[in-house]
């Protein structure tokens, strides 16, 4: 009798992981991009020092007449102590103000002074790094687009300062090395692929990623032939993974980056045939309407692809972006910007002497024009810069992943 086995088909993807955002603790505070943030802010004085919640009273008890008087005794004398405390406290704090304002200053010397000794040779590497920024800045500008997103009516919702929380980095958003996109439109691909990147360095896996391919994915009118519209949004590129039956995403080393244009070929077309080598797919994203989504995302350890117009002190900073730049004038928009895409890793409450003019938090954002821009590539962008530039459409947060 003769036996027959049916062949059982099993697609690419069912040898694939499926990877999710981690709930773990994640050791950036040595990292010199977070630090020199942090030195930044701190430029503005103190940030608020959260109590908790007060303990609950205890019930009520009913004292005997002795317990009474003892309790009434203990009373006078704690009375007596904390008058003498006040007359002490008071004799103390003639020249409080100056006193504590000299010694955060010294602090706070003491702190850059030593930090710059630690990070002596990461802060030349940023300096050589700013020098080619700065001759590039024009090519950065002009490459520059209007996302092709349907703006919509954004009712931000502000985040109690109660639920934010004083520091909080996106677990492994300091493992991915900063990129560098040059002189084509390509920003929403680079921070397609960082989320990613990011997302898979959570759970112990490294993978340079292609921004060649997603910028293909992500401009489905330009598939098949060559296009001259510059620009995209990472959605498409998204949801044309999300639709493929195995990983689709390629390594650098399969389908190379090429940060020169080609004229009336923005997807570079042909792509080479190794371009169709995926390593890792999209399984799931979400879109977040308003900044308080971003916030709450970004504490749930999910980056977010942002984007914005931008203002003129967008371009050069040194860790930190206000509506109110260093003269005391409001930001404007710059003449060349029509939008730029990047990622959101993180959230800090801002210093109280910020927070009348710039709202209650930062988000630290890493960006795609090499690490001489910011902080070695890193900036926080206040919560009222953002709400003025932001792009009136959803973010996006990549929530579940495969991998080979």
Known sequence: MK???????????????????????????????YQAIM?????????????GPAPAPAPAKTLSKGEQAVEEA????????????????????KNRDMTELQKWKLEEKKTL???????????????????????????????????????EKIVEKKVPVEVLPDVHIVHSAFAV?????????????????RVVEILLAQNSVTRDLSEQYLYWA??????????????????????????????????ESECGYNGQPVENNETQLPLKATCKSGVTKILNYSELKTLAETVESLKKNIPVVMAAKLSE???????????????????????????????????IELPEKLKATEGNYCIV??????KGWGAGGYSCLTENWLTKFRQKSPFVAVNKISVE
């Open 39 to 51: 030195t930044k802010l701190k430029e503005f004085g103190d940030f608020t020092k959260k109590e």
């Open 218 to 251: 992500s401009k489905p009118k330009c598939y098949s032939s060559p296009c001259s519209e510059k620009g995209s949004w990472i959605t498409p590129a998204y949801k044309h993974s999300q639709e493929q039956m195995t990983v689709d995403i390629p390594q």
């Open 313 to 347: 002190n967008f371009y050069k900073n040194q860790g930190l972006v206000t509506l109110n730049d260093a003269q005391g004038g409001v930001a404007k928009l710059d003449a060349h910007s029509m939008g730029h895409a990047f990622v959101g890793v993180g959230v």
């Open 113 to 151: 002074e030593a930090w710059k000794k630690e990070s002596r040779d990461q802060l030349n590497a940023w300096k050589r790094e700013q020098e080619i920024f700065l001759g590039r800045i024009k090519v950065y500008k002009e490459n520059t687009f209007e996302l092709p997103v349907k703006q």
């Open 365 to 370: 954002v890493a960006n795609s024009w090499g």
């Open 74 to 93: 203990k009373a006078r004398n704690r009375a007596i102590i904390a008058a003498q405390t006040k007359a002490e406290k008071e004799a103390v704090d």
């Open 177 to 193: 090395p900063v990129r560098d996109q040059w002189n084509r439109p390509t920003c929403s691909a680079f921070a397609g692929v």
């Open 3 to 33: 036996i027959i086995i049916p062949l059982v088909l099993i697609s690419f993807s069912s040898f694939a992981t499926t990877l999710e955002p981690v709930n773990t603790d994640y050791d950036y505070q040595n990292a010199p991009e």
